[in-house]
């Protein structure tokens, strides 16, 4: 569900808000975006000009 997500700025890696998400599984998912930024950038310049 979509309340279950946390929302986290892949500019500053701020966790806007964590949902249902754990401590550990936002942790894991901010890390993910640490490692693959500039693909999270590209992708969204892609689509969204």
Same mark, same amino acid.
């Given at each position: 569900?979509?309340?279950?997500?946390?929302?986290?700025?892949?500019?500053?890696?701020? #966790? +806007?808000?964590?949902?249902?998400?754990?401590?550990? %599984?936002?942790? /894991?998912?901010?890390? #993910? +975006?640490?490692?693959?930024?500039?693909?999270?950038? %590209?992708?969204? /310049?892609?689509?969204?000009?």
């Amino acid at each position: 569900m979509l309340h279950d997500l946390s929302r986290i700025d892949i500019i500053t890696l701020n #966790v +806007i808000t964590q949902g249902g998400m754990s401590d550990r %599984d936002v942790r /894991r998912a901010v890390d #993910v +975006i640490e490692e693959h930024r500039q693909l999270f950038i %590209d992708t969204w /310049r892609k689509y969204h000009g």
